[in-house]
Each structure stands twice: as C-alpha cells, then as structure tokens.
Nanobody, 115 residues
Framework: QVQLVESGGGLVQAGGSLRLSCAASRSIFSSFVMRWYRQAPGKQRELVAAATSGGSANYADSVKGRFTISRDNAKNTVYLQMNSLKPEDTAVYYC?????????WGQGTQVTVSS
C-alpha cells in the first residue's frame, strides 16, 4: 500500500477553479490506478475521476469536461484540476490508489463552492 495525503481544498466561488494534489509516499508507477472520490453532505461517496494504467482517464458525467485528473510520477503526486466549479461540487474529496491487489485512501480534503 501507499500512503496518500490530499491538499489544495478550500472555499471557491462558483465558476472558479481549484487544483487538488495527492502526495504519495512512494513512486507512482504506470501500473497504479489513481482515483478521486468525493462525498457530499448527506450523500454516498462517489467516484469522480480515474487514471487507468493504460493512460486513459475516466470521469463521472457530472464532472466531465470540467475536471482533469493527471499524474506527475517524478513528484509522486496525482492532481485533480477542477474548473467551472458548481455548488454541487461541494464535498470532501479523497484520493485513492490501487495496484497489485492493494488499495489506499487519503484522508480527504474539503472543497466548498459558494453560489
């Protein structure tokens, strides 16, 4: 397993942008599947973005075209660039990594979007 620490959350106005970072305790190889989840108040945790080992990225319909997941292996960091933020994007965002049968979660970072 890999230790993950998210950062970059905060309060932003609707239409604004935030870039979340997820720092890993070890190198992130191409075989790692990196994901971002979020959990809004009173709702279930949902998958919002995934970077597959094949190099492709998948997004929830609610964020497609606005969010971008990326990876910087040299910095052992995965990012979630969030643009055109909406109030419904308000949630705690969690980074996750999986490889070789392991699955690791970060502690989460709060994102609040004001209307």
């Amino acid at each position: 397993q890999v230790q993950l620490v998210e950062s970059g959350g905060g309060l932003v106005q609707a239409g604004g942008s935030l870039r979340l970072s997820c720092a890993a305790s070890r190198s992130i190889f191409s075989s790692f599947v990196m994901r971002w989840y979020r959990q809004a108040p009173g709702k279930q945790r949902e998958l919002v973005a995934a970077a597959t080992s094949g190099g492709s990225a998948n997004y929830a319909d609610s964020v497609k075209g606005r969010f971008t997941i990326s990876r910087d292996n040299a910095k052992n960091t995965v990012y979630l660039q969030m643009n055109s933020l909406k109030p419904e994007d308000t949630a705690v965002y969690y980074c996750a990594a999986s490889v070789g049968g392991s699955f690791s979660w970060g502690q989460g970072t709060q994102v609040t979007v004001s209307s």
